[in-house]
């Protein structure tokens, strides 16, 4: 068996998510699909680096999967894309050796969110903006988002009831730009890796930084005391893209 | 009766066009039913500037319609905005004196056309830019484009068949620029009108000249023999965006 990565973009307005799920269409179930055409009939199971959830975009999810024999990778680059449904891309294909894992090999993550700010919204950014028509001070968040970055214990920004027991986590850049032409807001954030919602809630705080509702230590104030009643609302899913995967091996290569 | 003048911006997926259709979703058709509702059920009747086909966007439609009342401006316009379906926008709503016309008035239209240069291309962009995953030589096009502006006659450019008689139009501005990051290609016209798919039998023979398949000169061509056999495909409508209209006692205003 030769194991292959590949770099998927989607939109996620049509998919219940990422993840394989009974009867519902998932970015998963639609890979799987596709393979398992490319590879005679013969099932193949595809691993995803992250899960994304109902209406989060992709640029940059990264995949894993094995197939029996030695392929072209332009041809099966060119092949996977076109057979997979419109709304998702196959960006690249590489071989890996056969301990790659897309989601346990050691990596960066890079989130982006977007927020409408235009008023009214702009209609064609309706499924990949969160419209947020109200007063934002980008300096105020641009100072507050600061307080992200580090190795903290996320616990205020994540659901409850998840079942992951380390909520210690580490971001390596959290940043806050406005583009005045379009009025859209892009938060960036670079990470070890992101609990469950963990990036919706930080948005939805600084949101509430940014609309003069909450102060600008209120990141401090709900790292410090782990408390999800203290943050923000959860922002909506889709403005929420996975932006950039990068691998530790991938990281040094550079170096 | 008072007369109301309002800038409209829609995504043009998922309607037949702008005119009123019999069941079809048209955009004249939803901005006459809340308008109407707006009205205390009294029908009112939209005229729009430009009548764009389906899968066109705009950001700066022009519509006029008359109500009884003289109605508190921004309270129109939030009823109006949050009242049409989601794929539709009031930018703007104002008073006009009662011989404004949105169609009538002389003023100048700017046509935006998005090509997806990206390979593959970005599946967020497909229902907003005709992807083009091919060579494009940018100079090439850059240079033919200019060959459009002036006053010319464009039955080279225009569906066959049209009823239109006077086919002679002014195009003051003829540009085309390329964004690195997003692979995105926007080509920019403006002009005193354009006739039916004029902007985008203009788009599918420069995509020709810029993939090298016709001659940087075939613009000329097409404009002398006026021989519509000689000019590129017709570039899909999801590209195609009315992004401004300025009414000639508008431009004047600021001199």
Redesign the interface.
């Known amino acids: 068996m030769i194991r292959y990565k590949a770099i998927i ?3 996620g307005t049509l998919f219940a998510g990422f993840q394989r799920q009974p009867s519902m269409r998932s970015v998963q179930g639609e890979l799987e699909k596709t393979l398992q055409r490319l590879n005679s009939g013969e099932q193949v199971q595809v691993h995803g680096a992250g899960r994304t959830d109902s209406g989060v ?1 992709a ?1 940059g999810q990264v995949i894993h999967f094995d197939l029996p024999q030695d392929r072209d990778l332009e041809k099966l680059r060119f092949a996977f ?1 076109t057979q997979t449904p ?6 690249s294909v590489e071989k890996v050796s056969s301990d790659f894992h897309a989601r346990y090999n050691k990596h960066l993550k890079t989130y982006e969110f977007l927020v409408d700010n235009g008023r ?5 950014m ?1 499924h ?1 903006a969160t419209p947020f028509p109200y007063e934002l001070d980008i300096e105020k968040m641009a100072e507050a988002i600061k307080d992200l970055v580090g190795e903290h214990d996320f616990t205020g920004f994540t659901a409850s009831g998840t079942s992951v027991v380390n909520k210690v986590r580490t971001i390596t850049r959290a940043e806050v730009s406005y583009d005045e032409k379009s009025h859209l807001i892009t938060f960036t954030f670079t990470g070890t890796g992101f609990l469950y919602k963990q990036v919706r809630n930080m948005v939805g705080t600084l949101l509430k930084i940014g609309n003069n509702r909450m102060p600008v230590s209120q990141i401090k104030t709900v790292l410090e005391t782990k408390d999800r009643q203290l943050a923000g609302p959860t922002a909506s899913g889709q403005g929420l893209y996975l932006r950039e995967i990068s691998y530790h091996d991938e990281m040094t290569k550079g170096d």
């Open positions: 973009s989607y939109d975009h640029y894309d419109d709304d998702i891309d196959v960006v009214p919204k702009n209609p064609m309706r990949y």
